[in-house]
């Protein structure tokens, strides 16, 4: 079984800063690449930002500059850093990872449960 799980979400103020975490657990090889993806209501879940097991890292348009994503491996944790937060950032985070569970398992993707962000003043 392997779990992600979000936290970090809340409530604040435009032009503000939140940091969200992922954790994941169970039983684990290995973690390629991860990522932050987000859903606000009544549109399609769209990806935020990207990073390799490596640490090369990819973001949306929307988000450059703004936002940064990282991993500490040894953690199995990955982190958003989002400042100068506007109105349209609320949405449900979501983190994904490609996980490999032993030497014989393929590849697959997992989710987290979501974690909510809302940007308001």
């Known amino acids: 079984q392997v779990q992600l799980v979000e936290s970090g979400g809340g409530l604040v103020q435009p032009g503000g800063s939140l940091r969200l975490s992922c954790a994941a657990s169970g039983s684990i090889l290995s973690i390629y690449v991860m990522g932050w993806y987000r859903q606000a209501p009544g549109k399609q879940r769209e990806l935020v930002a990207t990073?390799?097991?490596?640490?090369?890292?990819n973001y949306a348009d929307s988000v450059k500059g703004r936002f940064t994503i990282s991993r500490d491996n040894a953690k199995n944790t990955m982190y958003l850093h989002m400042n100068s937060l506007k109105p349209e950032d609320t949405a449900v985070y979501y983190c994904?990872?490609?996980?490999?569970?032993?030497?014989?398992?393929?590849?697959?993707?997992?989710w987290g449960q979501g974690t909510q962000v809302t940007v308001s003043s």
């Open positions: 994904n990872a490609a996980i490999r569970r032993s030497s014989d398992s393929g590849v697959y993707m997992y």
């Open positions: 990073i390799t097991s490596g640490g090369m890292t």
